[in-house]
């Protein structure tokens, strides 16, 4: 059974600065991706970011040059750094974790940003 738990949501203003740590475990097998989605209120929920296990990133054209994905192979963790934050950023954000065709999914973390 893969565990996802995530940790470092909370408020902080606008140009501010958060990160965000997800752990994962359970897995016989290697993580071929882990990365992070977001649901904002009454939107759906989108991609933020997500890496590779051979270090390949992928970013929202909306957090490109603010956002910081990196993991630790070998810990099984994956961390956002959160830069320059937006209200527009407030939203849950869920770690994911893929091993083949399987998704896992953390229960999320809320992330505010007052203006």
């Known amino acids: 059974q893969v565990q996802v738990v995530e940790s470092g949501g909370g408020l902080v203003q606008a140009g501010g600065s958060l990160r965000l740590s997800c752990a994962a475990s359970g897995s016989s097998g290697s993580f071929d991706a882990m990365g992070w989605y977001r649901r904002a209120p009454g939107k759906q929920r989108e991609l933020v970011a997500r890496v590779q296990t051979v270090g390949i990133t992928n970013y929202a054209d909306s957090v490109k040059g603010r956002f910081t994905i990196s993991r630790d192979v070998a810990e099984n963790t994956v961390s956002l750094q959160m830069n320059s934050l937006k209200p527009e950023d407030t939203a849950v954000y869920y770690c994911?974790?893929?091993?083949?065709?399987?998704?896992?999914w953390g229960r999320g973390t809320q992330v505010t940003v007052s203006s």
């Open positions: 994911v974790v893929v091993v083949g065709i399987s998704w896992h």
